[in-house]
């Protein structure tokens, strides 16, 4: 038997992570909250590049639905680049980093907080440079990771977020499904993938189609094939997708379709479907019960055990099928080409 990259063997200690940082944060977060009510903040503000950017984007659909918050992303360089401050006197601002070391969230995350707002930092790396530049700080405890493409940090980082608005918003029933949450993480080690790594046999190009707290996810699948697997993945939302993109749709390009909530299974049926009507092939990621569908075949991960929770599922699902397809087209998972481990931008 193959040995396992230490892509595949980070990812897999995600579910014991996960339970370890659940309970911790429970000890943790009630004082952080009490900050938070005291602040008092209108609007949500995040920091981020590259997956940790994935999980901020994910963080404004969770805010968004449990806290009727707007959340908006900032720009780095407006405070790197162009020394810009901004209006965040009543913001609370997301700096979400694996390392915490790049100057440009660094600078970002100290211009918010000079400026009034209430920068929180989710960091992977203890005393980083991001963590000094915040005001409170939530650790996401993935421990190291070596693999150059973020996979626990990743999964850890969004059930931090998760945690935090639960715990924010009282809500017992989110907050009891992400204790349940690790047991159903250690259920995606048997996915079947065989039916994506037919769809993109001989394939260079893809679309990665999601929708609401799906697309965030949608965006980390592109980044993994790109980084990982040399296939050029376009992420669009359903909707995106028919207001133009959908125009270039062809049998030569396959799409993954992530099945979303049912809020949004209208659009991603129809998506589906404009998709096979210009011969596209495609496999449909779905935690359903459905064991087929007329649009194309079926990767069936865990159910979650609370709906909000569900892109976590399919990212933790998905991660050993990026090692598998990296290797069956030649390439190594834990060296992609060109990479390090820690981008440090300005």
């Not at 193959?2 to 911790?24: D, H, I, N, T, Y």
Request: charged letters at 20%.
């Amino acid at each position: 038997m193959k040995q396992r990259s230490v892509m595949e063997a980070e990812a897999g200690e995600a579910p014991a992570l996960a339970a370890q940082q659940f309970e911790r944060l429970e000890h943790v977060l009630p004082k952080l909250v009490a900050r938070l009510d005291s602040f008092a903040p209108a609007m949500v503000a995040t920091i981020a590049r590259g997956s940790s950017d994935h999980a901020a984007s994910f963080a404004g659909y969770l805010f968004g639905l449990q806290t009727g918050l707007v959340t908006a992303s900032i720009p780095p360089s407006l405070a790197s680049v162009y020394g810009r401050d901004l209006r965040l006197d009543k913001a609370l601002v997301l700096a979400i980093s694996q390392s915490g070391a790049s100057p440009d969230l660094c600078a970002a995350a100290k211009r918010a907080t000079t400026t009034g707002a209430f920068t929180l930092g989710l960091i992977n790396q203890r005393d980083s440079a991001l963590g000094e530049a915040v005001i409170a700080q939530i650790e996401t405890s993935a421990g190291t990771e070596s693999a150059v493409a973020a996979t626990k940090s990743f999964i850890l980082t969004l059930t931090a977020l998760v945690h935090l608005v639960a715990a924010w918003t009282r809500d017992t029933a989110l907050r009891e499904s992400l204790a349940n949450l690790p047991v159903v993480l250690e259920q995606c080690a048997t996915t079947d993938w065989s039916a994506a790594m037919r769809l993109l046999e001989g394939h260079d190009d893809v679309f990665v189609i999601g929708r609401g707290p799906d697309l965030p996810v949608a965006r980390e699948f592109a980044l993994k094939l790109k980084e990982v697997c040399g296939i050029h993945a376009e992420a669009l939302s359903a909707a995106e997708l028919l207001h133009g993109p959908i125009a270039i749709a062809s049998a030569s390009l396959p799409a993954i379709v992530l099945a979303g909530d049912e809020q949004v299974r209208p659009t991603i049926d129809a998506a589906m479907q404009r998709l096979r009507d210009a011969g596209a092939p495609l496999v449909l990621v779905d935690a359903g019960l459905r064991t087929g569908t007329p649009h194309g075949e079926i990767v069936a991960i865990p159910r979650a055990p609370h709906t909000l929770l569900q892109p976590v599922v399919a990212t933790q699902a998905a991660y050993p099928f990026f090692a598998a397809l990296a290797r069956a087209r030649g390439m190594d998972p834990d060296s992609p080409p060109h990479l390090r481990k820690i981008t440090r931008t300005v």
